[in-house]
Nanobody
Framework: QVQLVESGGGLVQAGGSLRLSCAAS????????MGWFRQAPGKEREFVAA????????YYADSVKGRLTISRDNAKNTVYLQMNSLKPEATAVYYC????????????????WGQGTQVTVSS
């Protein structure tokens, strides 16, 4: 099992940057593929980015390519989401999640979720 805690959210102006962190408990963090998802008010939760166990492979939603970067530090049991050139439509609660399968975009394949961190981008 793994427990996930996100941090780093906040209020930022359009064009600004934020780095989200997701700290995992337990000694098996490196055995999980990790993903970031977001949920805007009134909308369904959607995939943002994923990273493989080793960090070699990454995958992004088309809407965020070039502006967001996912990375991980297995020694620190932490996955990151660097967000640059933020737009107001990025306003959402951001969740990290862990999966034992490289299913990337499928919410159902992620068995562990954090509580989320709010990101608000003002125009």
């Amino acid at each position: 099992q793994v427990q996930l805690v996100e941090s780093g959210g906040g209020l930022v102006q359009a064009g600004g940057s934020l780095r989200l962190s997701c700290a995992a408990s337990g000694r098996t963090f490196s055995s999980y593929h990790m993903g970031w998802f977001r949920q805007a008010p009134g909308k369904e939760r959607e995939f943002v980015a994923a990273i493989s166990r080793s960090g070699v492979a990454t995958y992004y939603a088309d809407s965020v390519k070039g502006r967001l970067t996912i990375s991980r530090d297995n020694a620190k049991n932490t996955v990151y989401l660097q967000m640059n050139s933020l737009k107001p439509e990025a306003t959402a609660v951001y969740y990290c999640a862990a999966s034992s399968r490289w299913s990337v975009t499928s919410l159902d394949e992620y068995g562990y979720w954090g509580q989320g961190t709010q990101v608000t981008v003002s125009s």
